[in-house]
């Protein structure tokens, strides 16, 4: 079975411009999220999805942060435009969905960011 | 007050060696699930272990095992016989409430290196 995939692996901007993450997760899993691993740091939840609908965004910086998840399945986030602190790794995660609290969420390989 | 407290930054251990891995939590909640999940340099987020609070019994996978003394809010990391393989952050995670697809809230991590 394939894990979560994301793309791209690496992604190098300047400030002010725009970027875009994609996730793919794993097949059937309903409930999809994007954390923010900053250096040193443990992963922060950005945004949880249930199907198509975003459950959780209370931790995302709505200013210059959108996701969508069209459809139930891939997801993409975008930022823009991108500021020096936003270099991190995004990370994407699924987890089949409601579990009775035993819900395993998978990561992918996540997506470096520097913003220069 | 953090939720998740891990207070070793970095461990050295000698192969073949268990190693426990420090893990405190913070919750009024009464259920609530614990998670340990490994990173190795390439970034991926691994799935190690589960502990829900109603377990009465210690989680254990292979190597792995949980040291869950809820009345201490503790939840340590067990890895018996240490292999070089091993060497990695450990990141230690709480998802709060009953609903099984909410988000985690991780602790800083431990970077474990294991010496030949």
């Known amino acids: 079975e394939a894990g979560v995939v994301q793309s791209p692996r690496y992604k190098i901007i300047e400030k002010k411009q725009p970027v875009a993450f994609w996730c793919n997760p794993i097949s059937g899993h309903n409930t999809l999220y994007w954390y923010l691993q900053n250096l040193g740091q443990g992963p922060e939840l950005l945004i949880r999805?249930?199907?198509?609908?975003?459950v959780d965004d209370s931790q995302l910086p709505k200013d210059r942060f959108s996701a969508e998840r069209l459809k139930g399945v891939d997801s993409t986030l975008k930022i823009q435009p991108a500021e020096l602190g936003d270099s991190a790794v995004y990370l994407c995660a699924s987890s089949p969905g409601w579990g009775g609290g035993r819900e395993t969420q998978y990561f992918g390989p996540g997506t470096r960011l520097l913003v220069l | 007050a953090q939720k998740i407290t891990q207070t070793q930054p970095g461990m050295f251990v000698q192969e073949k060696e268990a190693v426990t891995l420090d893990c405190t939590y913070d919750t009024s909640d009464q259920s609530y699930g614990l998670f340990w999940y490994k990173q190795p340099s390439s970034g991926e987020m691994i799935f190690l272990i589960y502990q829900g609070s109603y377990d009465e019994q210690n989680a254990t996978e292979g190597r792995y095992s949980l040291n869950f003394q809820k009345a201490r809010k503790s939840a340590n990391l067990v890895i018996s016989a240490s292999q070089l393989g091993d060497s990695a952050m450990y990141f230690c995670a709480m998802r709060e409430g009953g609903g099984g697809a909410d988000g985690l809230t991780f602790g800083k991590g431990t970077h474990l290196i294991i010496q030949p």
């Open positions: 999805y249930e199907n198509e609908e975003a």
